[in-house]
């Protein structure tokens, strides 16, 4: 099969016409070095040829492991007579700083007979500023064909395919001057091409500069960025809320109506405690995790995220970190994998190191449905302002932000204890321009997001509810919990958690938690379903309140979720990306034993306020 580059600056543009092409769907997000790894799939419109989507570089002299990744593929692939040619991506909005890596990428390319084709995107941001590009002044200086395209309309795409899809020159390609040209000319050569060639882009400056003025202020901009964060955790409850109730509503609805079709008694206690009961207790909370990956994905495109990397640079400099740690750790509010990947944008060893010690403190999607559940039992639900302010609310923006400053501080201790090891490199971050959101791929990639986690912890919480039923359930026909296996097995685990206020039953939800965190509400939900003998469907959260859970022991679950390691696979891709299982099991160990202890002086010291 032959195989087209795509390779570019950083946040030109790449991975959306990639999506584009190929109907895949990788990340795309208004932010220089998104993609960290070489990623491949087949074009849409010509299926016998491979498309391949790079992480961006400035230049062909690697400086960060994404780029060296780049670099190293890229002159693989000059040499590799499966690849026919190469797709460079510019932005045209920011055509000098473009140029000089195209300048590279088509001297590299004349040298090797690979055929290049420049393609000039954002042409749309041009068309509604009135600004012009030259492309056949462009196209003739460069000896290239250029090719000007969008790849958010898809204006100029069937362009890009027709080239495609043409048959490529006998002769290879044409020798210019360029061939034999260093790198120190060609930049030189790359401004005045942009002068020459490129749009007046003081006018596209301009409100750049208004917006970062507000946005980048010591005093508005942190303002700023507190109330963006806080409105983020807002909304998860305000506007997650109806499709919550939705979903609980349905749930109820189908339960009421498929278990009485049951004649069988045992398989009609399964599905109401088993699968409504338990697995459904999860569902709810999938509208949550699609507001959040959404508002997220908002933010990102906007270019505000790189802001708030700035901003974040020196108070995590202070924790040891950098403001390259942002992102990784931002990722980590949705899920730690993605973020461990993201990671790699860290050009300093040490400091990617204290990112990875970080990452799994940082409140990942999986703990919201726990967290979610404790601050609905406990944390009354009234909103003022239209639901801009809550309890509950600003409970979730406390929670969130204990584990942040867990991760932090862990960060800024250990990186004070081993001092030299952990020095960094300087802080060079390229701020993206500000863009209106792209809302479709946004929307995409936070159905995706559901779905995978649907998907890959509906199994795990299926799996371990049938357990925790059959256990339950038997042997005396969920008659008596306490009596049951489950209720055996819970009093040896019982004296464990204790300390914390919690009995048996929590004690073992907490204890199925370790294969997947969210599996915590999946097993209460089979619990209290088999407890609560009837088989109409009460909401998990009214079961909790009227277990009697002591508020301190609600605290204590908070705590310890969001310290504890539960999740098999990050540890997995923890020991892979750090090339050390002895890290990730140290980490494990030594967040379990911190989440115990701090749980239990939350349990007492509440208790000493609260009675
Ligand atoms: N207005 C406009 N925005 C675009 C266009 N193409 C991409 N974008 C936006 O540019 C940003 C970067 O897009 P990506 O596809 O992630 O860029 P990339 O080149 O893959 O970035 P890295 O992987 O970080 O190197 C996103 O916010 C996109 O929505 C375009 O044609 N017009
Ligand atoms: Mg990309």
Not at 93 to 111: A, G, H
Not at 208 to 230: C, E
Not at 374 to 383: E, K, M, S
């Amino acid at each position: 099969m032959s195989k087209i580059i795509l390779i570019g600056s950083p946040n030109s543009g790449k991975s959306l016409l990639f999506n584009r092409l190929t109907g895949l769907a990788h990340k795309v997000a208004n932010f220089p070095g998104i993609t960290v790894d070489i990623g491949s799939g087949n074009l849409q419109a010509l299926p016998d040829k491979q498309l391949v989507d790079f992480p961006g570089t400035y230049s062909l002299q690697a400086i960060s492991a994404e780029e060296e990744v780049a670099v190293g593929y890229f002159e693989n692939a000059l040499c590799d007579p499966e690849v026919e040619q190469v797709l460079c991506l510019i932005d045209a909005t920011r055509l000098e700083k473009s140029l000089y890596f195209t300048l590279q990428v088509i001297r590299d390319c004349e040298r090797h007979g690979k055929p290049v084709t420049v393609l000039a995107n954002m042409i749309d941001v041009l068309d509604k500023h009135g600004l012009d590009l030259d492309v056949e002044g462009l196209s003739a200086a460069l000896y290239t064909p250029v090719l000007p395209i969008s790849g958010r309309t898809g204006k100029g795409v069937d362009a890009v395919i027709a080239a495609l899809s043409r048959p490529l020159p006998e002769a290879g390609v044409t020798r210019s001057h360029l061939t034999e040209t260093p790198d120190a000319i060609l930049r030189g050569e790359a401004h005045q091409l942009a002068r020459r060639f490129g749009p007046r882009d003081d006018i596209l400056i301009r409100t750049q500069h208004r917006l970062d003025s507000f946005f980048l202020h010591s005093l508005t901009g942190g303002v700023a960025f507190f109330v963006i964060m806080y409105l983020l955790f807002q909304s998860i409850f305000t506007w997650s809320a109806p499709a919550m109730d939705a979903v609980e509503g349905a749930l109820a609805w189908s339960a009421d109506r498929v278990v009485p079709l049951l004649g069988n008694q045992v398989a009609a206690d399964f599905t109401a405690d088993a699968l409504f009961s338990g697995v459904g207790a999860f569902l709810v909370f999938v509208p949550q995790i699609f507001v959040l990956t959404f508002i997220i994905g908002l933010l990102e495109d906007s270019g505000y995220m790189a802001r708030a990397a700035l901003i974040c640079h020196k108070p995590l400099r202070f924790f040891g970190l950098t403001g390259k740690s942002f992102i990784p750790l931002l990722s980590g509010t949705a899920c730690a994998i993605p973020a461990i990947y993201a990671a790699r944008a860290i050009d300093s060893p040490g400091k990617r190191l204290l990112t990875y010690m970080a990452i799994p403190l940082m409140p990942c999607s999986a703990r919201l449905p726990v967290y979610s559940l404790l601050i609905a039992a406990f944390i009354p639900a009234q909103t003022a302002l239209g639901g801009l302010l809550g309890w509950q609310g600003l409970a979730m923006f406390g929670i969130y932000f204990f584990g942040m400053f867990c991760g932090l501080l862990i960060t800024g201790l250990v990186s004070r204890v081993a001092g030299q090891r952990y020095q960094d490199l300087p802080f060079v971050l390229e701020l993206p321009p500000y863009r209106v959101p792209g809302f479709v791929p946004i929307l995409r990639n936070s159905v995706n997001r559901a779905r995978h986690f649907v998907t890959k912890a509906g199994k795990i919480i299926f799996t371990v509810t049938l357990l925790i039923w059959v256990l339950g359930y038997f042997p005396n026909y969920g008659a008596d919990l306490g009596q049951s296996w489950l209720g055996q097995i819970g009093r040896v685990v019982e004296p464990l958690f204790e300390p914390l206020g919690l009995d048996w039953r929590y004690g073992v939800a907490i204890f199925t938690s370790f294969a997947a965190r969210e599996v915590f509400v999946g097993t209460l939900g089979t619990i209290f379903g088999i407890e609560g003998a009837d088989e109409n469907m009460v909401p998990l959260v009214e079961h909790i309140q009227s277990s009697q859970l002591a508020l301190g022991s609600g605290l204590a679950l908070l705590v310890f979720f969001a310290i504890a390691l539960q999740c098999v696979s990050t540890l997995a891709i923890l020991s892979k990306e750090s090339s050390s299982r002895g890290l990730a099991l140290k980490m494990f160990c030594g967040y379990f034993l911190l989440a115990y202890v701090a749980g239990i002086v939350v349990y007492q010291v509440t208790g000493w306020f609260v009675g």
